[in-house]
């Protein structure tokens, strides 16, 4: 059973930065990796993903520039900077992954349907 475990969540003041972690079980060359975050009232936002084959780097509009998503094959884990940090990043962030070279259930890079695991979210916080 695939899991994917986030951390590094939590409270930061505006410019400031944190960094997010999501370790998963079954990361290897063939995982593409996403980042989604949902604030209170709104619908859920793709933020960055990157491919372990060839660590290509996706990132949406609101947070280019401000985030890095990096990996680590060897600890199986996906980091997100974020730099710069606004109050609208308040969210719960959730990571979300893609394994396996079946390709028939993807929709694109920032479609959550192309995703087979999800962790539990970790809570972002920037008071102003």
């Known amino acids: 059973r695939v899991e994917l475990v986030e951390s590094g969540g939590g409270s930061g003041q505006a410019g400031g930065s944190l960094r997010l972690s999501c370790e998963d079980s079954?990361?290897?060359?063939?995982?593409?990796t996403a980042w989604f975050r949902q604030a209170p009232g709104k619908e859920r936002e793709a933020v960055a993903a990157i491919y372990a084959s060839d660590e290509s780097i996706y990132y949406g509009d609101s947070v280019k520039g401000r985030f890095w998503i990096s990996q680590d094959l060897a600890k199986r884990t996906v980091y997100l900077q974020m730099n710069k940090l606004k109050p609208e990043d308040t969210a719960i962030y959730y990571c979300a992954a893609h394994h396996g070279t079946d390709w028939d259930d993807w929709d694109g890079v920032f479609s959550e349907a192309s995703y087979d695991a999800w962790g539990q979210g970790t809570q972002v916080t920037v008071s102003s």
């Open positions: 079954e990361y290897d060359r063939s995982t593409r």
